[in-house]
Every structure is written in structure tokens, then in C-alpha cells.
């Protein structure tokens, strides 16, 4: 939906369902560490790109809230098992297998949506939220996930980047709906986000360990937008808490952006694009400790450093 894309050239500034003004991180990593074809090339290959979200149940009365409809990981997965054999045809079962082992990287972005769309619901989920505890609704996510990236892992899938939750109780829309103070975050959202974040960090170890060959490397997507909220005019913006496009409350993080939203004017002035996701101008920095960034961000190791192996 308009105006999201803006400011994304390769599609003259119209909308291609990334939920941002321009780039998205994972299309400014494939810039930063190899000279790649166009994104609509690989597209094809990079079922992880798009916003992702455990299919957690598949309950359709609450999925999808939000106007948006993400794929869930499980069909992602799907897709991806047919584009395997697509390579398998194309390239012979051989060079298949080696070009993914050693060569491609599996970009996993999952996980905001289950929280915010589900846990953290003001209505809807309250029935989820007194019949599950935090702990159990987390299990629930984390074994979803190992059982996804497992998968993957059979599929040939060997270098990964799993980025996790981000800090949820500081985006627009989170700090609109509790009413909380210019420089203040919401404490639920990043508790959970903290508790979940604990968890895949074990596991993603745990899968380093058990599976041959594996590299998951975990993007500390959480403290990077920390870092750049606590510090935002160190980095040249404007605002950390309002969106660019979006309205309604104090950040106009209310009603999500679209065709009749209000916008900045000065985009890259601004963290948030819209009441949830980062603008282009954050991605870039976000993407930059990805791919250069030491342990804090990235770890074990850099993608400069996965992408050499
Ligand atoms: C991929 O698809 C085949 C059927 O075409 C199925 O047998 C196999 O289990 C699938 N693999 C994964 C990892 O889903």
C-alpha cells in the first residue's frame, strides 16, 4: 500500500510489501557484502525476505490482524522446498547442494508480529493472555521455530542470520496506545521481547551444536534499535518516537500507514517509518553493525565473516 516504498528505487517508489520507505535491512546486506543481481531477481530464493511470522495455530480470527497478512514460516519453508527442487533442475543436484551450503545465506526475521498481533493484543488477545502464561506462549514459539530452521537444515540450508525481537514497548504504536512519555518505553512489550530473545539465543546454540555444518548467527536486533533510539540525534535524527507516515495519539502510531496517512517530510530524519517498523535511513545503520558489527550485534560472527567461509 502506498505510500510504503517511497523511496525504493528499484521499483520507482511504489510499493513491493516491504513495510518501509526504501530498503529493507536484508536488501541493504546483500548490497553491503556481494554485488547482487536486482531484488527482484533473487526474490524467488529469499522466501525468508518478507515479513515473516510464526503460522503459530493458524487461528484466523486472530491472525492477520492489522491489515496485514503475513506468510507464516511453515508455507515460507513450503515455498522453499519447491524452489529447491527448481535448483535441483537448473543447476543439477550437485552444484545445487554446494552453491546453498556454501554459498547462500538464510535471512530469518520472525517473531514482532506473534507478540503484537497476538500476546499483546489490547482485546483480542485477552483470552490468550490469562489462558497462557508468558512462558508457555514462548515455548510455543521457540519450538516452532527450531522445528523451521530444522527444516531448513535438511534442505541444505547451512549459513543463517536470525534476528530477534526488537524493542517492542519503545516502536510508535506501543508508546501511543499505553500513553507513555517522549523518552519512555513501554516495560510488558520489552520484557517479553527480552525473555523470548533469552530463548532463541539458546537455541540457536543449541542448534549450532547438534546440526552438521550449521552457522546461525544471531542479530541483536533488540540492543541495536535500543542503541539507536537511546542515541538517535548521535546518528543524525530527528525523532524516536514518532512514526513518519501513520496517525492518531501523541507519536502517530494509531492508524498504520497508508494512502490517506499523514507523512513527514524529512524521512530520513526520522527511526520509525511507520507505528512498527524502522525507517530506511535506520535500516542502513542497522544493517551496517549486521555485517561489520562486533559480538554485541552479531554473533558468533559478522555476516563479512559468514559470507567469507
Ligand atoms: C519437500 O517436499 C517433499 C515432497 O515433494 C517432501 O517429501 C519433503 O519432506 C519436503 N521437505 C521438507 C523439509 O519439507
Sequence with gaps: MTPNGIDFAASGGMPTGRFTNGRTIAD?????????PGPEHHR?????????????????????????????????????????KQLDDLLGRDRAREFLRKKAIFSVTIGSND????????????????????DGFIDDLISHLRD??????????????????????????????????????????????QQYNARLRDMLAELNAELPGARFCLANVYDLVLELITNYPKYGFQTAAMACCGNGGAYDGLVPCGPTSSMCDARDKYVFWDPYHPSEAANVLLAKYIVDGDSKYISPMNLRKLYSL
Design 148 to 193: 523451521q530452521l530444522t527444516r531448513l537444515h535438511t534442505l541444505d540450508a547451512r549459513k543463517f542470520v536470525v534476528a530477534n525481537v526488537g524493542p517492542l514497548g519503545c516502536i510508535p504504536y506501543q508508546k501511543t496506545i499505553n500513553r507513555v512519555d517522549e523518552n519512555e518505553c513501554v516495560k510488558l512489550p520489552n520484557q517479553l521481547a
Design 115 to 134: 507478540f503484537l498481533n497476538n500476546y499483546l493484543m489490547p482485546v483480542l488477545s485477552v483470552g490468550t493472555r490469562v489462558s497462557e502464561s508468558p
Design 28 to 36: 541493504i546486506i546483500g548490497g553491503l557484502l556481494a554485488a547482487v
Design 44 to 84: 524467488r530464493l529469499d522466501t525468508e525476505r518478507r515479513e515473516l511470522r510464526v503460522g503459530r495455530r493458524g487461528d484466523p480470527e486472530r491472525d492477520g490482524q492489522n491489515l496485514r497478512e503475513p506468510i507464516g514460516m511453515d508455507l515460507q519453508v513450503d515455498y522453499f522446498n519447491i524452489t529447491r
